[in-house]
T-cell receptor, first 110, second 113 residues
């Protein structure tokens, strides 16, 4: 079982560049989320989706866009990367209250 | 502001010892308290969870103790093993929003052989 798959695993961006972090799940879960993990701050919720076509903001949404056109995919877009967005990004899908996380994307913005 | 405060930041325990990680929260609307375990290079994975209608939940060597009046909960790892070395996160969520998790800052546990 693939579970939650994130690509790429590593990425270096220059300030002002844009990119999309991909997230796909094969468990047919309706609910999906994006978190960022920073040292000493745990994981913070960026955006979430309760199903295809429905998204909402989490705790730290500024600088990020999401869309959910299918149940399987939940991409996270950075329109104009900033050094403050250097972080490890995790996508998760949920069965009931249990979150299943991908392996993460380590993003560095220089 | 951090709604879930976790301590200690790091913990070193001898094999066979007891590891204790503590979390405190302010928001009385929280009603679901999971613990997640994360190994290096991996995403977090659910370890154990509790709701405030019970004071303790045990699964194998892992126990959550919950003190509703003090707004605190803790993870106890009995007979700690080197394979338990990982980062542990407590989290909380509100009724009706169980999937919108607020995480603590994490505890890096090292169990020495």
């Amino acid at each position: 079982n693939a579970g939650v798959t994130q690509t790429p695993k590593f990425q270096v961006l220059k300030t002002g560049q844009s990119m999309t972090l991909q997230c796909a799940q094969d468990m047919n879960h309706e609910y999906m989320s994006w978190y960022r993990q920073d040292p000493g701050m745990g994981l913070r919720l960026i955006h979430y989706s309760v199903g295809a076509g429905i998204t909402d903001q989490g705790e730290v949404p500024n600088g990020y866009n999401v869309s959910r056109s299918t149940t399987e995919d939940f991409p996270l877009r950075l329109l104009s990367a900033a050094p403050s967005q250097t972080s490890v990004y995790f996508c998760a899908s949920y069965w009931n209250t249990e979150a299943f996380f991908g392996q993460g994307t380590r993003l560095t913005v220089v | 502001q951090q709604q879930v405060k976790q301590s200690p930041q790091s913990l070193i325990v001898q094999k066979g010892g007891i590891s204790i990680i503590n979390c405190a929260y302010e928001n009385t609307a929280f009603d679901y308290f999971p613990w997640y375990q994360q190994f290096p290079g991996k995403g977090p994975a659910l370890l154990i969870a509790i709701r405030p209608d019970v004071s303790e939940k045990k699964e194998g060597r892992f126990t959550i103790s919950f003190n509703k009046s003090a707004k605190q909960f803790s993870l106890h790892i009995m007979d700690s093993q080197p394979g338990d070395s990982a980062t542990y996160f407590c989290a909380a969520s509100m009724k009706g929003s169980a999937r919108q998790l607020t995480f603590g800052s994490g505890t890096q546990l090292t169990v020495l052989p």
